[in-house]
């Protein structure tokens, strides 16, 4: 079985610019998140969605927003992208519930912004 | 708001030692813990998930012990091998926001020499 797939896995953009990230949760699971880790830093939460809703934000700017797909799959957006959004980010997966069982995580997509 | 610190931040062992890893958090109304490990530019790799009402996990040479009360976890590994050289990273499940999010440390980077 797939585990969480993310992509693209690099990615290199400009001040300013948008970056839109793909997740796709380990089959079964209806819960996906998505954190965000520095460079030396531990993994910090973004948002949470289960069944296409939000049910979890962390404290990221409003450039950041996501939503989830009919088919559990989502996306991350990040609009005027400043240098300090350059990091990891990972996309993690949980079912059967929207805050139980082990939490899986992708490879991640690296964005470099310039 | 719950923090998390990891202690050592770094350890290097020679092969076969046994080592504990330590993992403390400020607010132990935690719903569940989890314990990764991230080899370097990777995803997080789930290792042991300890239930609020379980006080240990083991799996292979890996055991994970959970004192909520004193906001307390150790990991444990067995004869330790150059593969696990790695950083591993303790998340408690923070209640806020109904449990969507896990809150990391800076992790313990480990080194195992042959």
């Known amino acids: 079985d797939a585990g969480v797939t993310q992509s693209p896995t690099h990615l290199i953009k400009t001040r300013g610019q948008h970056v839109t990230l793909r997740c796709s949760p380990i089959?079964?699971?209806?819960?996906v998140s998505w954190y965000q880790q520095v460079l030396g830093q531990g993994p910090q939460f973004i948002f949470q969605?289960?069944?296409?809703?939000?049910?979890g934000r962390g404290n990221f700017p409003d450039r950041f927003s996501a939503r989830q797909f009919p088919n559990y799959s989502s996306e991350l957006n990040v609009n005027a992208l400043l240098l300090g959004d350059s990091a990891l980010y990972l996309c993690?997966?949980?079912?059967?519930?929207?805050?139980?069982?082990?939490?899986?995580f992708g490879e991640g997509s690296r964005l470099t912004v310039l | 708001k719950q923090e998390v610190t990891q202690i050592p931040a770094a350890l290097s062992v020679p092969e076969g030692e046994n080592l504990v890893l330590n993992c403390s958090f400020t607010?132990?109304?935690?719903?569940?813990l989890q314990w990764f490990r991230q080899d370097p530019g990777k995803g997080l790799t789930s290792l042991l998930l300890?239930?609020?009402?379980?006080r240990e996990q083991t799996s292979g040479r890996l055991n994970a012990s959970l004192d909520k009360s004193s906001g307390r976890s150790t990991l444990y590994i067995a004869a330790s091998q150059p593969g696990d050289s790695a950083t591993y990273l303790c998340?408690?499940?923070?209640?806020?926001?109904?449990?969507?999010?896990?809150?990391f440390g800076k992790g313990t980077t480990l080194s195992v020499s042959s």
């Open positions: 089959s079964g699971h209806k819960s």
């Open positions: 998340a408690p499940q923070d209640p806020d926001q109904a449990g969507t999010a896990l809150i």
């Open positions: 993690a997966s949980r079912g059967p519930g929207v805050n139980t069982g082990e939490l899986f």
């Open positions: 969605y289960y069944e296409k809703e939000e049910r």
């Open positions: 607010d132990s109304a935690i719903y569940n």
């Open positions: 300890i239930q609020s009402s379980q």
